[in-house]
């Protein structure tokens, strides 16, 4: 009968190693046995049903002075007493054998002891600790309402959305902070770690690891936000990659039926290519040129002198929920002169206001003489010429 492995979602933390040891030992009850733990996931191999006993060890000293030889003579302290090597993930051992017997080998400390203390505490805790000043300079740059953030969707979804993501992040950081600290102090006082519950310590797996879940949920959710909102850039970026997505989702099921290298994998191929070309020709992403909204609010070389003749017109579009329309209208003379319009439309009298705020504070530092800045209803017209 040919064997055949099973990957399954492991997650377990080093406080929780009682926990992974009954996992492992139901899961031998069920026919499976550990092969290896690799990122977040272990691989278990078919075997017979039985019982076995699973232990947890400890060893920081392999990158040491000497560390191949102390690894070694570590593996044959449990070997000699009929364990057997399953896997490693990091400084944590994994072993098995027959029966129920849990014994540690002969000259094998306990997991709760100084190199617990080191190894563990250290590492996780400090996780903890960077991913709470993550979430706070995040906090700090994403959160805070400026002029440009309100001008696009871009901007204004990711400040949006940041409090979604913040808020269960700082939750699952704070109960895991509680978790550990009654630990660490079980550990000083030399007391051993009690034995969680399975079930709490797959919850605490699954929170821990969530969160970088969630950090991808709040860029994807920003961007298809973007993107459903019409905003072109984030349109582009993400056809290509949907595209791809299909692609490769249409080969391995081709694969799986027919063979290798076949005509329609091929042209699979040659149309994605064909179809991103295509949508990058109809999107346009730069400058439209000769194209201005409806109104008279653009400023125009010839207003500033009716000989002048533009070299150069560029002129972009962008919208947010806040700024409904926001036009950069920007005429360039062979001399150099530059006349340029920025108009924004609001959505209401509180945005008008509070944007217009946002810009008077952006423009400090500029000489007042050097533009034009109105404000009528739920517009906001700046100008900008220069002679």
Avoid at 219 to 231: H, N
Avoid at 254 to 263: E, L
Avoid at 301 to 324: A, C, F, G, K, N
């Amino acid at each position: 009968m040919k064997k055949s492995n099973q990957n399954v979602f492991w997650g377990f933390e080093p406080f929780d190693y009682r926990a992974s040891e009954i996992y492992l030992e139901r899961m031998s009850r069920r026919g499976k046995k550990l092969e290896s733990v690799s990122g977040y996931l272990a691989e278990f191999s078919d075997c017979e049903p039985a019982e076995r006993a699973y232990r947890v060890g400890i060893f920081t000293e392999e990158f040491s002075e000497n560390g191949k030889k102390k690894r070694e003579a570590y593996l044959n302290r449990w070997r000699k007493e009929g364990w057997e090597f399953c896997a490693q993930s990091d400084y944590l051992y994994y072993f098995c054998r027959e029966g129920s017997d849990k014994t540690l080998p002969s000259g094998v400390r306990q997991q709760e002891d100084s190199l617990l203390r080191v190894a563990v505490w250290r590492r996780e805790f400090y996780a903890v600790l960077v991913m709470v000043l993550i979430l706070a300079f995040g906090l700090i740059n994403q959160v805070r309402m400026t002029y440009l953030s309100f001008l696009t969707y871009t901007d204004f979804c990711k400040t949006s959305l940041f409090a979604v993501f913040l808020i269960p992040c700082c939750a699952i950081m704070l109960y895991h902070l509680f978790y550990y600290l009654p630990r660490r102090s079980l550990i000083l006082k030399g007391q051993p770690l009690p034995v969680p519950s399975l079930s709490a310590a797959r919850v605490r797996s699954i929170l821990i690891h969530s969160m970088t879940v969630l950090f991808v949920l709040y860029v994807v959710g920003s961007l298809i936000a973007d993107a459903l909102s019409g905003y072109p850039r984030v349109m582009l970026t993400m056809a290509p990659l949907i595209l791809a997505a299909g692609v490769f989702w249409l080969v391995r099921k081709r694969r799986a039926k027919g063979k290798k290298g076949s005509i329609l994998i091929g042209l699979l191929i040659i149309l994605a290519v064909s179809v991103t070309v295509a949508f990058v020709s109809i999107a346009n992403l730069g400058n439209a040129t000769d194209e201005l909204p409806e109104g008279n609010f653009a400023l125009h070389l010839s207003d500033l002198d009716p000989e002048m003749t533009p070299q150069r017109i560029s002129y972009t579009h962008t919208q947010s929920p806040l700024v409904r329309q926001h036009y950069v209208y920007v005429e360039t003379a062979e001399d150099g002169t530059v006349a340029s319009t920025e108009y924004l439309r609001c959505a209401g009298p509180w945005s008008t206001a509070f944007l217009y705020d946002l810009v008077l504070q952006a423009l400090d530092d500029v000489d007042p003489d050097t533009y034009t800045l109105t404000c009528e209803g739920n517009e906001i017209i700046y100008c900008e010429p220069a002679y």
